[in-house]
């Protein structure tokens, strides 16, 4: 079994900055991607960004130039650099872990952009 759990949100004015960090622990064979995803109220979940299994980084474009992912392989921690952030930024932010073509989520953690 995977665990994942993610830690960071909170309030922030536009224009601030904040960072999201993630880790899995438990029975980890070989992980096969880890990233974050949002959920704006009323909006299907999406893709934030992400590393693939072959090291690679993608980043949906709205948060390009504004947001980082970087990723720890011993600790299997992958963290999120939010800066720049605006209201359209606000939604509740998952880690999503695969591991062994198995996908796991963190709880969420809520980021709000608002002043």
């Known amino acids: 079994q995977v665990q994942v759990v993610e830690s960071g949100g909170g309030l922030v004015q536009p224009g601030g900055s904040l960072r999201l960090s993630c880790e899995a622990s438990?029975?980890?064979?070989?992980?096969?991607?880890m990233g974050w995803y949002r959920q704006a109220p009323g909006k299907e979940r999406e893709l934030v960004a992400t590393f693939t299994s072959g090291g690679w980084t993608n980043y949906v474009d709205s948060v390009k130039g504004r947001f980082t992912i970087s990723r720890d392989n011993v600790k299997n921690v992958v963290d999120l650099q939010m800066n720049s952030l605006k209201p359209e930024d606000t939604g509740v932010y998952y880690c999503?872990?695969?591991?062994?073509?198995?996908?796991?989520w963190g709880q969420g953690t809520q980021v709000t952009v608002s002043s």
């Open positions: 438990g029975v980890i064979s070989s992980i096969n991607a």
């Open positions: 999503n872990v695969v591991v062994a073509l198995r996908t796991y």
